[in-house]
């Protein structure tokens, strides 16, 4: 079984920083989920669908939303079981709830961010981007 918390979110103004955490926590294999498997961001405003933001495979590659390329980096460290997203040049569009995502099988995961391929999420950490 499988926990991801979210953490770092908070309010910032446009053309500022945030970095996002997010902690994976296993009760079975410890390390399995972020050594083997695929793991992404997503992110949602009310009224709207969950939309990919990154994606990291099993073997480091990476894949990014059109709207981030360029301004977003995921990355991992697998020793600290903890997944990243450093958010630079912030808009007031970025604003949104941000979601960490696992797949509990899959190696390699789309790049564009499809939500069916991922099985455990976690709460949810709010950013707010300011003009």
């Known amino acids: 079984q499988v926990q991801l918390e979210e953490s770092g979110g908070g309010s910032v103004q446009a053309g500022g920083s945030l970095r996002l955490s997010c902690a994976v926590s296993?009760?079975?294999?410890?390390?399995?989920?972020?050594?083997?498997?695929?793991m992404g961001w997503f992110r949602q405003t009310p009224g709207k669908e969950r939309e990919g933001v990154a994606t990291?495979?099993?073997?480091?590659?990476?894949g990014y939303a059109d709207s981030v390329k360029g301004r977003f980096t995921i990355s991992k460290d697998n020793a600290q079981n903890t997944l990243y997203l450093q958010m630079n040049s912030l808009k007031p569009e970025d604003t949104a709830m941000y979601y960490c995502?696992?797949?509990?099988?899959?190696?390699?995961?789309?790049?564009?961010?499809?939500?069916?391929?991922?099985?455990?999420w976690g709460q949810g950490t709010q950013v707010t981007v300011s003009s």
């Open positions: 995502a696992a797949s509990n099988w899959r190696t390699y995961c789309s790049s564009g961010g499809d939500s069916a391929e991922y099985n455990t």
């Open positions: 296993e009760y079975t294999y410890a390390g399995a989920t972020i050594n083997r498997n695929c």
């Open positions: 990291i495979n099993a073997d480091g590659t990476t």
